[in-house]
Nanobody
């Protein structure tokens, strides 16, 4: 079982940047494909980005393509989400989730482990 802890959230002005981290413990993060998923108040969870175990394959949600970049450092047991050109509609709690059997882009109920999330707030 892996434990995931997100960090790096905060309050930022529109147009600004943040880098989120997802630190794994208990098992090597290289055992898992990892996704970032967000949930805004009164909205459904939304897929943001996913990365395969080796990092060679990535996928992004349409709303963040060209602005966000997912990466991983298996040596540091951490996955990152670099968020640039942030918009107020990016405001949400951001979760990282581990996919044990797929490559990371799977239905929401297929993720095996979830972190507790980190709040990102973008002001206009």
């Amino acid at each position: 079982q892996v434990n995931l802890v997100e960090s790096g959230g905060g309050l930022v002005q529109g147009g600004g940047s943040l880098r989120l981290s997802c630190a794994a413990s208990g098992r090597a993060v290289s055992d898992y494909a990892i996704a970032w998923i967000r949930q805004a108040p009164r909205k459904e969870r939304e897929f943001v980005a996913a990365i395969s175990r080796s990092g060679t394959k990535t996928h992004y949600g349409d709303s963040v393509k060209g602005r966000f970049t997912i990466s991983r450092d298996n040596g540091k047991n951490t996955v990152y989400l670099q968020m640039n050109m942030l918009k107020p509609e990016d405001t949400a709690i951001y979760y990282c989730a581990a996919d044990e059997s797929g490559w990371g882009y799977v239905p929401m109920d297929r993720y095996d482990y979830w972190g507790r999330g980190t709040q990102v707030t973008v002001s206009s």
